[in-house]
Nanobody
């Protein structure tokens, strides 16, 4: 069983920064090995991938956040982070971390990010 717990959401200003964290737990689950992703879902829209990090450390970003967001991880803490800089109102959404492990998808409960204009 895998649990993902996000934290760090809240309100920010346009041009500001927020950092999200996702703590993973599970007897054999390790963020240093398993691909992890940050997703977001705005009201009335589908859940979209924002950033991902693979076991070898390769990262990938949606065009809309490229150059502003950075995904990273701390293997010792089994935690993945999303540093969000130069925030825009269109970044407002519920942010989820997720992973696909042993044949199923796992999601956190989500954390709200609201960016005021």
């Amino acid at each position: 069983q895998v649990q993902l717990v996000e934290s760090g959401g809240g309100s920010g200003q346009t041009g500001g920064s927020l950092r999200l964290a996702c703590v993973a737990s599970g007897r054999t689950f390790n963020v240093g090995v398993n691909p992890m992703g940050w997703y977001r879902q705005a009201p009335g829209k589908q859940r979209d991938l924002v950033a991902s990090i693979k076991g070898g450390g390769y990262t990938d970003y949606a065009d809309s956040v490229q150059g502003r967001f950075t995904i990273s991880r701390d293997n010792a803490k089994n935690t993945v982070y999303l540093q969000m800089n130069s925030l825009k109102p269109e970044d407002t959404a519920v942010y989820y971390c997720g992973s696909y492990y042993r044949g199923r998808s796992y999601w956190g409960q989500g954390t709200q990010v609201t960016v005021a204009s």
